[in-house]
């Protein structure tokens, strides 16, 4: 590019003032924050001033984008993309029930009306409506886990890795934890039950391999500083073939002939067997309970089909102990998860309506029958409004639980494959993402795969539009 031509182009660039007069501009200073706009004008204008500059010598400039309607059209995308929310909804096509990217667990209508209840007012979150004395914000919480697992008395903190943090750190700081070797699981985010274990200022004791801890295993390493008996759900993996595992009720019998306490971390923790709808059997957190531990650790926002949270519940002595633990107020919940675990665990009093009622359940339990007749009614309206623009098939895939937990568990799915004509796979799947709402499927064979397990009821018309606008 020659220098005049350089020069020429940079005092064609209009000022911000003269950006921020124009009627495409000025129109988003009524709807945006005037400092965000300003800010897109300038920065826009930088750019467009640092792509002339760096035009090399003897080169040509494509396109002429200096002009103004250019460059207001650049801010008004800008600062509609610098004011969308971080956090946005999704269409979950994956087919993945508890995507741990996506949030999890879906609320109950109960639960997110219970959540609106205590957002737009204040709350007797510590308050005794009784006595009008302070009050416990697990109060709500406690007797409803109390009856529902069993337990004497129960606790709940932020999630399940803090529910373990804490038990380990009030029962066992300074001292040894006796744990199978094959129980020492990684959880999400890379983090790795001996890191959490090492937090809590406990010692860990591995035993036996990973195949294979008899009850023998746990009896040899039980000395004087032994603590506690920890034995760990291998919720999110198998190992099969030539194996032996020790028991919680064996555990609980050495923990008693040791004057030991014994904890039982289940990671997912179910509270309503759903063998009989085809799925693997999972113990349930009653069941479990049941086999007398003192202490068993779960989460909320999982099988269980709540918010996210770390739940505990045993021996009201050791759960005391907890909640005397100055960490706890550090993992303590707020008024949200207290209001949507409430709603959630009430919806298991009624345990005909409880797989109606709650999203995680109902998408685990939902028949092949039905989810055919959905993707069918998705195929139809894809091929009417898609035409050419892709290649469309109805399958049967397989859904996947998620969230770390039924690791063998294959659900039957019914899906949508498209394969785009004209754009790529990965334009495609950008495009999407790109969508109010966000639309995320699986990528598979070189062909998007749309699930319908985990859309929701009403989404299949979204899901549609973003389609459409995608592929144009």
């Keep these: 590019m020659a220098t005049n031509e350089r020069e020429q182009l940079l005092r064609n660039l209009p000022s911000v003032d003269e950006v921020l007069r124009h009627s495409g501009v000025a129109g988003l200073l009524a709807e945006y924050p005037r400092v965000l706009v300003v800010e897109a004008v300038r920065s826009t204008l930088s750019g467009e001033r640092r792509a002339i500059l760096e035009v090399p010598a003897g080169a040509s400039r494509v396109s002429d984008t200096t002009n103004i309607e250019n460059i207001a059209t650049r801010v008004q995308t800008r600062v509609r993309q610098i004011s969308r929310p971080g956090l946005r909804p999704v269409i979950n096509a994956t087919g993945v029930v508890l995507h741990t990217n996506l949030g999890r667990a879906l609320l109950s209508e109960k639960a997110r009306r219970a959540v609106n209840g205590v957002v737009s007012g204040y709350a007797n979150l510590e308050l005794d409506l009784d006595t009008g004395k302070r009050g416990s914000r697990y109060a709500p919480l406690e007797p409803l886990l109390c009856r529902l697992t069993g337990a004497e008395a129960a606790l709940v903190v932020n999630?399940?890795?803090?529910?373990?943090?804490?038990?380990?750190?009030?029962?066992?700081?300074?001292?040894?934890?006796?744990?199978?070797?094959?129980?020492?699981?990684?959880?999400?985010?890379?983090?790795?039950?001996?890191?959490?274990?090492?937090?809590?200022?406990?010692?860990?004791?591995?035993?036996?391999?990973?195949?294979?801890?008899?009850?023998?295993?746990?009896?040899?390493?039980?000395?004087?500083?032994?603590?506690?008996?920890?034995?760990?759900?291998?919720?999110?993996?198998?190992?099969?073939?030539?194996?032996?595992?020790?028991?919680?009720?064996?555990?609980?019998?050495?923990?008693?002939?040791?004057?030991?306490?014994?904890?039982?971390?289940?990671?997912?923790?179910?509270?309503?067997?759903?063998?009989?709808?085809?799925?693997?059997?999972?113990?349930?957190?009653?069941?479990?309970?049941?086999?007398?531990?003192?202490?068993?650790?779960?989460?909320?926002?999982?099988?269980?089909?709540?918010?996210?949270?770390?739940?505990?519940?045993?021996?009201?002595?050791?759960?005391?102990?907890?909640?005397?633990?100055?960490?706890?107020?550090?993992?303590?919940?707020?008024?949200?998860?207290?209001?949507?675990?409430?709603?959630?665990?009430?919806?298991?009093?009624d345990e005909e309506e409880v797989i109606s009622a709650i999203p995680t359940l109902r998408m685990l339990t939902h028949s092949l029958d039905k989810l055919e007749e959905e993707a069918g009614s998705l195929y139809r309206l894809l091929s009417e409004r898609l035409g050419d623009k892709a290649e469309l098939s109805l399958e049967r895939s397989v859904s996947a639980v998620g969230g770390g937990a039924m690791p063998t568990a294959g659900l039957p799915a019914a899906v949508v494959t498209l394969r785009p004509r004209g754009v790529s796979l990965n334009d495609l799947t950008a495009a999407l993402r790109r969508n109010d709402p966000a639309v995320i499927g699986r990528v598979q064979d070189d062909r998007l795969l749309l699930d319908v397990r985990t859309v929701l009821e009403g989404e299949i018309p979204l899901l549609a539009d973003a389609l459409a606008g995608a592929l144009e």
């Design 159 to 349: 999630n399940n890795a803090a529910a373990v943090l804490l038990a380990l750190g009030t029962l066992a700081k300074g001292r040894e934890v006796i744990v199978s070797r094959g129980q020492l699981v990684e959880i999400g985010g890379s983090f790795r039950i001996p890191e959490v274990m090492e937090q809590s200022g406990a010692r860990l004791v591995e035993v036996g391999a990973t195949n294979k801890t008899r009850p023998g295993d746990y009896r040899r390493a039980i000395n004087e500083n032994t603590a506690l008996l920890l034995h760990v759900h291998t919720s999110n993996y198998r190992i099969v073939g030539f194996t032996q595992e020790t028991s919680v009720a064996e555990l609980v019998e050495i923990g008693r002939q040791n004057q030991l306490p014994v904890m039982s971390d289940l990671g997912s923790g179910f509270l309503l067997d759903l063998s009989r709808f085809g799925l693997p059997w999972e113990p349930t957190v009653g069941e479990v309970a049941a086999a007398g531990p003192d202490i068993v650790t779960f989460s909320g926002d999982k099988l269980l089909g709540g918010p996210q949270a770390g739940i505990i519940v045993g021996c009201r002595h050791h759960i005391d102990q907890m909640k005397k633990n100055p960490l706890t107020r550090a993992l303590r919940i707020d008024k949200l998860t207290v209001a949507a675990m409430e709603a959630t665990l009430r919806e298991y009093l």
